[in-house]
């Protein structure tokens, strides 16, 4: 826990199902202490639901039970994990451990807020698998770290997953969210970024995991959303308060929200003696700890200032409840009291150790003056040693470094070095144009320079402890600042940050509604338009009255960047971001599915056509009215006959849930859809024929379009034989000659109730449109005109 960088995991989850196809999660945050609650009904026999939230997480640890108890046809979680997260460390608990009534207690009593705001008082008919989890996560943590957590500390949240936009894992994978596909293979070095990667301007981890986690689950609630977007549009009119708020986060040190974890967990007790080199390192990170509380309080000051002006109700509210808050104050108050004002947070490993050693006001305690003037001798006789190893070998340039692992040591230039290294020089070791070497008398030194060090840790940590204890009744105001923080950093250096630099109106604010349309006006594909400097935008409206779109064109036209672009734009939208598009109104959507292309999966021994059935089958099974769905190529894997089939029957399904649908085919006949069903809009993508060859507009247009043999044009393209082209055009001719003729007849048969159903969806364009009444009537005459 104490050595994580932030781009590391610090999740552990706690895993449990029952034979209702019910699983309990409990995952709690190390780093930011906080414990995430989850329970529902697993409706994929893959776990998908579990999958999406295991992606979330990215835990370090995953607890779960020793029995299987999964329902026949289910592979549980435990065999789950083996598959899954087969790079996870995977702990088997007894059963025992899995305890929801010690559970429900263990939360009452961690929990900063009441349990009852949470939902758990009714724990025992409802919520009891995932405070069964709850109770083996923190038996696990607390045995494991050898520490208690406090009381009344830890941010407690049950269902959150739920609360915002369902993204599941295939679909994370598909749109690019978190890695580009194909990472692995191509390496780091590729251009193409992930969306995550486009916006990954945060300075701090905890930022940036904010960052993450707002991607994979973007936010439901529309108050939420416009407060952000609200504070968006303040930075980017008001200059001087975005350069204000970059330079106050500065400030910050970037393991702020680290901190917390020292405050909210308590280690235990270790007799003297016992493990004493992992005790003065624990009293190391307490007091490194201290000073970057101590920094971050001073830097509050420059915050408030700059934001004290600021007119949007989420920067505004920051501000009041900092203020308002004695707590800040009081903790200052403490500091100054038991720390010296001196003691500031440094990077250079040997800078912030004589930091750590020097931070506790002298004349508090004799043992670390002693201690302390000990640590000063060494560190003077060792700089001493470097002078004379200067003179007396003729080495100039010889350097003294430090580092955590091995103390100090020498770094001589190659050049410098005549003949051989002199034989007092030990631990040689070449780096680079420089070796690297010790003395007999440096090790000595080193050895009585470190004994000091951990002397001065441990004394300090002594002198510390009523302070921490005081510190630690205040701790949820601690946590409030690191929330804070985290969403500045984000909403800062991230989304405004991300705007700024881009061209003058590229990216807008987006406009939410609760049964409104999906509506983007000249939208582009957020990664791909920095790749390519000349992207063709284009429009997507998705209505009650017309609720899937079929989208159709030649291959390398642009479908499938098209599908995944409206995904990303929506994901923008939903986490308070900007988006690229000239204008864009969302209705808020509670599951993103996506069936994109897909291969053999040999651990499942799953062919390419049952993995698409897969995918299929878990979308028509969860999809809702407030989904969005975005299907590339269904049934492609299968014959031309049943691919039809089922693409058709999908598609009526769909349309029977009335989710927003976008729908990418290469079948033609699939079409006809749209005289069957009035709510279903026919769009293509623009191709020119030119010398038998094939220039792609990438432009979005209404209605089909038959690209007479495409797929033939783009085989002899590939040097496929003549006499098999030919042939299979006169092939391709007769069976498209009869098709048309069925097509023209049932046209003919429902272009009446196509007529009403486009009345209707202009009337309902209409309901929803911000227009004034004279406007309205006017459209509505012209609708008059037009129809009657």
């Known amino acids: 826990m104490e050595d994580e960088s932030g781009e590391k995991s610090s999740f552990v989850v706690g895993l449990i199902e029952n034979r209702a196809k019910e699983v309990g999660v409990a995952a709690f945050d190390l780093r930011s202490a906080s414990l995430h609650l989850s329970q529902y009904i697993e409706t994929s026999s893959s776990y998908q639901n579990t999958k999406t939230l295991l992606i979330f997480y990215d835990p370090m640890v995953i607890i779960v039970a020793p029995t299987k108890l999964a329902p026949d046809g289910m592979v549980g979680v435990s065999e789950l994990v083996d598959r899954f997260c087969s790079s996870t460390t995977k702990v088997t608990m007894a059963r025992g451990c899995f305890d929801d009534t010690m559970g429900a207690i263990l939360v009452k009593n961690i929990a900063a807020k009441e349990p009852s705001a949470l939902g758990l008082d009714t724990y025992h008919k409802q919520y009891y698998l995932c405070l069964a989890a709850a109770a083996a996560t923190i038996k696990w943590i607390e045995a494991e770290k050898g520490m208690i957590i406090t009381n009344h500390s830890l941010s407690v949240t049950f269902n959150g997953s739920f609360d915002h936009m369902n993204i599941d894992a295939t679909s994370i994978q598909n749109l690019e969210i978190i890695e580009p596909m194909h990472y692995t293979l191509w390496g780091s070095n590729t251009k193409k970024k992930s969306l995550f990667h486009m916006l990954k301007t945060t300075r701090t981890a905890g930022g940036t995991r904010l960052l993450r986690a707002n991607l994979l689950q973007p936010l439901k609630d529309i108050k939420t959303i416009n407060a952000r977007l609200d504070c968006v549009d303040e930075l980017m009119s008001n200059e001087q308060l975005f350069f204000g708020l970059s330079q106050a986060l500065r400030k910050f040190p970037k393991e702020t929200d680290k901190v917390l974890c020292h405050f909210c967990f308590k280690h235990k007790k270790v007799p003297s003696g ?236 987006p406009h939410f509604t609760d049964d409104g349309p999906l509506a983007i006006d000249s939208g582009r594909h957020p990664i791909l338009e920095s790749i390519h400097n000349e992207f063709v935008p284009n429009n997507i409206f998705l209505s009650e009255a017309s609720n899937m779109v079929l989208v159709t064109g030649p291959n390398m036209s642009g479908k499938s960047t098209y599908l995944q672009q409206v995904c990303l734009i929506v994901i923008l939208a939903q986490i308070g971001c900007y988006v ?209």
């Open 580 to 788: 690229p598009a000239r204008f864009a109104t969302v209705r808020v959507v509670d599951r993103l599915f996506t069936r994109m292309g897909t291969a053999e999966s040999v651990e499942s021994n799953s062919s390419t056509f049952m993995t698409e059935m897969k995918e299929a089958a878990f979308i028509l099974q969860n999809a809702s009215n407030r989904s969005l769905i975005v299907m590339d190529e269904l049934g492609r894997a299968t014959s031309s006959s049943d691919a039809f089939a089922i693409a058709w029957s999908c598609c009526e399904h769909l349309l029977a849930t009335k989710s927003c649908t976008i729908f990418a085919t290469h079948m033609e006949s699939l079409s006809e859809l749209a005289i069957f069903y009035p709510n279903v809009k026919i769009v293509h993508f623009d191709v020119e024929i030119k010398n038998k060859g094939m220039d792609f507009k990438f432009l979005l247009k209404d209605g089909a379009r038959h690209v007479a043999h495409y797929g033939l044009m783009l085989a002899s393209m590939a040097a496929l034989p003549t006499t098999v082209i030919d042939s299979a055009t006169t092939i391709t001719s007769m069976i498209t000659q009869k098709e048309a003729q069925r097509i023209g007849k049932n046209f003919q048969k429902y272009s009446d109730i196509q007529t009403v159903y486009r009345v209707a969806q202009r009337l309902m364009c209409l309901k929803y449109s911000n227009q004034d009444e004279g406007s309205i009537r006017e459209a509505l005459e012209n609708l008059k005109r037009c129809y009657v």
């Open 274 to 509: 016992i493990m004493a080199i992992d005790n003065s390192r624990k009293s190391q990170i307490l007091i490194s700890s201290i000073i970057i509380l101590k920094t971050a309080l001073e830097a509050l000051p420059l915050l408030l200032k700059v934001l004290k002006d600021a007119d949007s109700f989420l920067l505004r509210n920051i501000y009041q409840s900092i203020c308002e808050s004695e707590k800040y104050p009081s903790m200052q108050k403490r500091i100054a009291e038991a720390i010296d004002e001196d003691a500031l947070h440094a990077r250079n490993p040997f800078v912030a150790r004589t930091q750590q050693c020097f931070a506790v006001k002298a004349g508090l305690d004799g043992l670390l003056d002693v201690a302390r003037r000990s640590f000063c001798d060494t560190s003077e006789a060792i700089h001493n040693l470097a002078n004379k190893y200067r003179e007396e070998f003729g080495l100039p340039n010889l350097r003294l470094l430090y580092n955590n692992r091995q103390g100090f040591y020498f770094s001589i230039p190659q050049k410098d070095i005549q003949h051989k290294l002199h034989s007092k020089f030990i631990q040689v070791i070449k780096h680079g144009n420089n070796i690297h070497c010790s003395s007999p008398e440096l090790a000595s030194l080193n050895v009585r320079n470190k004994s000091a060090a951990k002397e001065c840790f441990n004394r300090t940590e002594i002198c510390l402890e009523a302070f921490m204890d005081a510190i630690r009744e205040d701790v949820c105001a601690l946590t409030f600042l690191a929330e804070v923080l985290c969403l500045l950093d984000m909403i800062v250096n991230s989304f405004a940050q991300t705007i700024s630099v881009k061209p003058v109106e590229k990216y807008t604010r």
